[in-house]
């Protein structure tokens, strides 16, 4: 069933994904999975899947309506699919609402319905193209550099999937969150709660999680207290140990 590159991970109350050098999670794809939290009654789309991880995370505990979860890649989608298929066979019936596509989202009329979903996800690249160091690998570079997507193809894209007051969830490096508002607001998204995140106390911000809504009021954003990863002698701080749930069995 593996690849030779593939292997399990856990990721608590017997939920597993398959993980590999080129698709795998950290400690942002479970920050935004929490900041995200869907309702059961939710219509989700996450927006560059990768290999499934926020969607494994959301229903490890709940059944979610219906989950689309998307990527360019093949062999994440590939992975995805051999996860559920792997965990509803374990008895985790509730990975049947996941529903992997192998899409583009600047391509997706047609293939999902515009204006039917309760929250659109996406943990996006966090390099602009052609900044920084260039992985020669292209999967790694889709996955870190804005080479199949950019902030305005994220943002236009949630706004043709959202019904009247969706949410829109994202996660983006401290120094480009003008640009992440500005892309909001640019195709009716305002942006409605922020949290950033911070390694430690004496630290600054290395993340901000952000939640926009489709044609919601101006103004009024709630910005909320800072999360911190790290306690001041340098263990995991009791929220993150909170937010880390089952999954930090074994781990902290």
């Not at 900041?35 to 219509?43: E, T």
């Not at 043709?160 to 607001?185: K, N, T, W, Y």
């Amino acid at each position: 069933m593996l690849s030779s590159n593939e292997k399990f991970e856990p990721l608590g109350n017997g939920i597993e994904i398959i993980v590999s050098d080129i698709h795998h999670f950290s400690t942002d794809t479970i920050l935004l999975s929490d900041f995200a939290k869907p309702k059961a009654s939710d219509y989700v789309v996450e927006l560059g899947t990768g290999c499934g991880t926020m969607p494994l995370l959301w229903v490890r505990d709940k059944k979610i309506k219906e989950i689309t979860a998307i990527d360019i890649q093949q062999d994440a989608i590939d992975m995805l699919t051999k996860s559920i298929n792997h965990n509803i066979e374990n008895g985790n019936d509730n990975c049947s609402c996941i529903k992997p596509m192998c899409a583009d989202l600047k391509d997706l009329k047609g293939k999902c319905e515009f204006g039917k979903y309760n929250l659109v996800v996406c943990n996006p690249p966090y390099k602009l193209s052609g900044s920084g160091i260039t992985n020669p690998d292209s999967k790694k570079l889709l996955a870190r550099h804005e080479e199949s997507c950019t902030l305005d193809d994220i943002c236009e894209t949630a706004s043709h999937l959202l019904q009247f007051s969706g949410r829109l969830c994202i996660c983006q490096r401290p120094e480009r969150l003008a640009d992440v508002m500005e892309s909001m607001r640019k195709f009716s998204i305002e942006p409605k709660r922020l949290r950033l995140v911070q390694q430690r106390l004496c630290k600054e911000p290395k993340l901000f999680l952000l939640e926009g809504r489709y044609k919601g009021n101006r103004g009024f954003m709630q910005v909320l207290p800072t999360l911190f990863i790290e306690n001041e002698h340098g263990d995991f701080s009791d929220e993150m140990k909170e937010i880390y749930g089952l999954y930090k069995e074994g781990r902290i």
